[in-house]
């Protein structure tokens, strides 16, 4: 967040500097007042071009053997510029490294799933995904399990053939 703004600030400057350059250029040509409207013009560019390549920026720098499930669009009233193109401030992914099955109920993987967002940090659910029935479940305190392999006191969350965490988690357990 710091950097956002130093950079912001940057732009400023150089926007303000830019046309205080053409105004001696032109000799006057350029009214007084254009020089903090370009300065608050680039301002706001820098603004909305750090939103936007926010996502692509941290969808890179994931490491490898992470997969980006889901996204989070914006549109806000306010930026009334995303209701032509929303940009995405939010995504989760799954770390298709850290699955594991328990050999006694193969279909059953235990996983880790990141939530990402752009002014927040990043949070890890631990999950469990059942690739036989088509349903997945955050793990909480509390949770046993048998000698099967079967999870109790799990509340899952049925999900249509759709799913992006549930087919990349099973596609990479088989």
Same mark, same amino acid.
């Given at each position: 967040?710091? !950097?956002?703004?130093?950079?912001? @600030?940057?732009?400023? $400057?150089? =926007?303000?500097?830019? #046309?205080? +350059? &053409?105004?001696?250029?032109?000799?006057?040509?350029?009214?007084?007042?254009?020089?903090?409207?370009?300065?608050?013009?680039?301002?706001?560019?820098?603004?909305?071009?750090?939103?936007?390549?926010?996502?692509?920026?941290?969808?890179?720098?994931?490491?490898?053997?992470?997969?980006?499930?889901?996204?989070?669009?914006?549109?806000?009233? !306010?930026?009334?510029?995303?209701? @032509?193109?929303?940009? $995405?401030? =939010?995504?989760?992914? #799954?770390? +298709? &490294?850290?699955?594991?099955?328990?050999?006694?109920?193969?279909?059953?993987?235990?996983?880790?799933?990141?939530?990402?967002?752009?002014?927040?940090?990043?949070?890890?659910?631990?999950?469990?995904?059942?690739?036989?029935?088509?349903?997945?479940?955050?793990?909480?305190?509390?949770?046993?399990?048998?000698?099967?392999?079967?999870?109790?006191?799990?509340?899952?969350?049925?999900?249509?053939?759709?799913?992006?965490?549930?087919?990349? #988690?099973?596609?990479?357990?088989?």
């Amino acid at each position: 967040m710091f !950097y956002t703004l130093i950079a912001t @600030l940057c732009a400023g $400057i150089a =926007g303000a500097g830019l #046309v205080m +350059l &053409l105004r001696t250029v032109l000799k006057g040509r350029v009214p007084k007042w254009a020089t903090p409207v370009a300065a608050g013009a680039a301002m706001i560019a820098a603004t909305i071009g750090s939103e936007y390549a926010w996502y692509e920026t941290s969808a890179d720098a994931l490491p490898e053997g992470m997969e980006i499930v889901a996204t989070r669009e914006n549109q806000s009233w !306010y930026r009334p510029w995303t209701y @032509l193109s929303p940009y $995405i401030d =939010g995504f989760v992914a #799954v770390d +298709l &490294l850290s699955v594991r099955t328990n050999q006694a109920a193969p279909g059953l993987h235990l996983l880790n799933v990141y939530v990402f967002g752009r002014w927040s940090a990043a949070t890890e659910i631990p999950s469990l995904v059942d690739c036989d029935q088509n349903r997945r479940a955050t793990i909480i305190d509390g949770i046993i399990f048998d000698e099967d392999g079967t999870p109790q006191n799990v509340q899952w969350q049925d999900a249509d053939e759709t799913d992006e965490l549930i087919i990349a #988690v099973c596609a990479e357990a088989n």
